[in-house]
């Protein structure tokens, strides 16, 4: 790992705090835009609150944690294309363990 | 400050956009061959792409005095069509003899289908036959994982790929180690709604290291930025990072992996 002087990294909160708590504002904001509309519980939905709570979990490597949180766990490659586009989230099979909606 | 623009899509910007790379330092630019937004309808379409890579793009760079380099290849979202596959690989190889031309790329999966990983192998044997750097796109959101780790498996199985001649791109926090682990060289693509920030880039450097990972900005039609790469410089110098610390990742690097390929050479003035 680079050496880093010890000023700097307070940089990292005085130039990157306003950026991150504008999006985790954002977060909140869509999660409330979801549930008003009634699509709370679309998989992606579903998959968003899943990882925010790995946001808080104490745990490190939260970045890596979600990317894996998100990502599609199959290894065999698929018969043929679903289309060109991704999604986001893995839209997990019905038996899968998936983030309850909140109550209202 | 000077940095090499290892993978942008420059047919997509406008000269404009060519401008202000230079005017911020940008040396060299790299453009993969890559989907148009649309699916090609013959092999033809592909040789018109590819002359337009080789010919027209690098003389509209040069009236800005930016050396302008190519890769070449079927890039996976068109892979689905076998029979088309098979007609436009036959054409590459007479577009590798290009002055302009450094590899095969940017090739691999998109949606990790049968289809896309066999056109991917049939790109690597081209490759490993012609003696060509590859650069390799890893694939979108929740494809990347799978995806990454498909395409490790197919290079690492196949006995004439050098992994240092390997360029991984779009890696992200959960496959960077992975692809570093196994001797490739891994690609930081730098976007604001996906792929990576610019603080998240020099995060991964900080816990990754600076060795065989470039950066790049992948500018393309989509929502992109030309400017990333110099504006991430900006985020390592906020940090504390040395000037010596982004001319290693944003200059040396790139110009390490891609000197692999003798075509790839910059006037003095540029190469400092």
């Not at chain 2, 592909?46 to 080789?54: A, E, K, P, S």
């Not at chain 2, 289908?113 to 003696?131: F, I, S």
Request: proline residues 7%; neutral net charge; hydrophobic residues 40%.
């Amino acid at each position: 790992m680079p050496r880093v002087p010890l000023a700097a990294s307070q940089a990292v909160v005085d130039h990157g705090f306003i950026a991150v708590r504008a999006k985790l504002i954002d977060v909140a904001a869509f999660l409330d835009r979801v549930e008003r509309h009634g699509v709370a519980g679309d998989f992606r939905c579903a998959a968003l609150r899943e990882a925010a709570a790995l946001l808080v979990d104490g745990q490190p490597e939260r970045a890596r944690r979600i990317l894996e949180l998100l990502s599609d766990p199959t290894t065999e490659p698929e018969l043929k294309s679903s289309g060109k586009a991704a999604l986001g989230a893995w839209p997990r099979p019905a038996s899968a363990t998936v983030a309850p909606l909140p109550s209202l | 400050m000077r940095y090499i623009e290892p993978h942008g899509h420059m047919v997509s910007r406008t000269t404009d956009d060519y401008q202000a790379m230079v005017t911020a330092g940008c040396v060299a630019v790299c453009e993969p061959a890559f989907w148009a937004g649309f699916d090609r309808g013959s092999a033809a379409g592909f040789r018109d792409y590819y002359r337009q890579l080789t010919e027209y793009e690098p003389a509209r760079a040069a009236k800005f005095l930016l050396p302008h380099f190519s890769w070449i290849c079927l890039n996976p979202k068109e892979a689905e069509d076998l029979s088309l596959a098979r007609d436009v690989l036959a054409l590459i190889p007479e577009f590798l003899q290009r002055p302009n031309v450094l590899g095969i790329g940017e090739i691999g999966l998109n949606r990790n289908t049968r289809n896309e990983l066999t056109v991917l192998e049939q790109h690597v044997e081209l490759a490993v036959k012609h003696d060509q750097l590859i650069l390799v796109h890893t694939p979108h959101l929740e494809d990347k994982l799978k995806g990454t780790q498909l395409i490790l498996d197919l290079l690492g199985s196949h006995r004439g790929v050098k992994p240092e001649r390997v360029i991984i791109d779009h890696v992200e926090e959960h496959t960077i180690q992975r692809v570093l682990d196994r001797g490739f060289w891994a690609g930081i693509t730098l976007y604001p709604d996906s792929k990576s920030s610019p603080p998240r880039a020099v995060d991964m450097l900080e816990i990754c290291g600076r060795e065989r990972i470039w950066m790049n900005s992948a500018c393309d039609w989509g929502v992109s930025d030309p400017l990333a790469v110099p504006k991430t410089a900006l985020e390592m110098r906020r940090r504390g990072h040395s000037a010596e610390f982004v001319d290693a990742v944003l200059y040396a690097n790139p110009h390490r992996f891609l000197s692999q390929c003798p075509k790839f050479r910059l006037g003095q003035s540029f190469s400092g």
